[in-house]
């Protein structure tokens, strides 16, 4: 009998890996909007998020004031009558309620990684974004659970961003295991599987339909799948995983 392959830690990316986030923010967007017409902002809804769209896109995802901005470039007559502090807090509180609604991760995805803990692999997050931001994000899906704490790193806790493989290398070297023995899972075709390419990991791309599935990956995954839970066959046919 041939032994397995070993893996001795599996890297996680969170948005649109581990949970759908493109979907997520483009309904939890939506909720916010609503909330503002809702309290007497009288726009239509598609109008709404285009704009919206176009203020992410010009400032980033992470800038903290997108509902401002939006209000500021509406025309006159539409906010002359509303209050703007109102309108703005109101789309907050309705976007942290959809977070409460909807970031969880399903009870097979939960199993799934209940089971690798158990079979001795190591768990660990590679994720790019604001620290308490996905943070938050590990805490509300309750990965936390699974995962060693001191195998997370995310980029703005580096300092270095996941087009650079030092990510890769320092996650690699705080393991203390040899990288051919640890996979990245993860959607971006560059920034999670090039890169982890480039520093020797198994690579798992998953190309789920997420806003970075139109391109790619220059080099070639080891594996691909279309959700995480594809996960499990991977690791019960190649790892040794119980079924
Ligand atoms: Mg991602």
Not at 65 to 88: A, C, G, S, W
Not at 173 to 183: F, H, L, V, Y
């Amino acid at each position: 009998m041939v032994d397995s392959p070993q893996l001795d830690v599996i890297f996680l990316d969170i948005d649109d890996t581990l949970f759908a986030t493109t979907d997520f923010v483009s309904s939890a967007r939506r909720d916010a909007l609503q909330a503002m017409i809702n309290r007497g902002l009288n726009v239509d809804i598609e109008q709404l998020l285009t704009e919206l769209e176009l203020v992410v896109a010009e400032f980033g995802s992470n800038h903290d004031h997108h509902y401002d901005f939006l209000l500021k470039r509406l025309p006159t007559e539409v906010t002359q009558n509303v209050n703007i502090d109102l309108m703005v807090v109101a789309g907050v509180i309705a976007y942290h309620n959809a977070k409460w609604k909807h970031l969880h991760i399903d009870d097979s995805d939960r199993q799934l990684l209940v089971d690798i803990k158990e079979s001795g692999i190591r768990l660990g997050v590679i994720s790019s974004g604001l620290v308490r931001k996905q943070i938050e994000k590990i805490l509300r899906l309750e990965i936390d659970r699974y995962i060693d704490p001191k195998l997370i790193f995310i980029t703005h806790a580096v300092g270095v961003a996941k087009s650079n493989t030092q990510l890769y290398q320092t996650a690699i070297d705080a393991t203390g295991c040899s990288a051919s023995r640890i996979m990245h899972v993860g959607d971006h075709p560059f920034h999670d599987i090039d890169t982890a390419n480039a520093v020797g990991m198994v690579t798992v791309w998953v190309n789920g339909g997420g806003k970075h599935s139109v391109n790619e990956p220059l080099t070639k995954p080891a594996y691909q799948i279309s959700c995480f839970s594809d996960l499990r066959q991977i690791l019960v046919s190649d790892y040794g995983l119980k079924a």
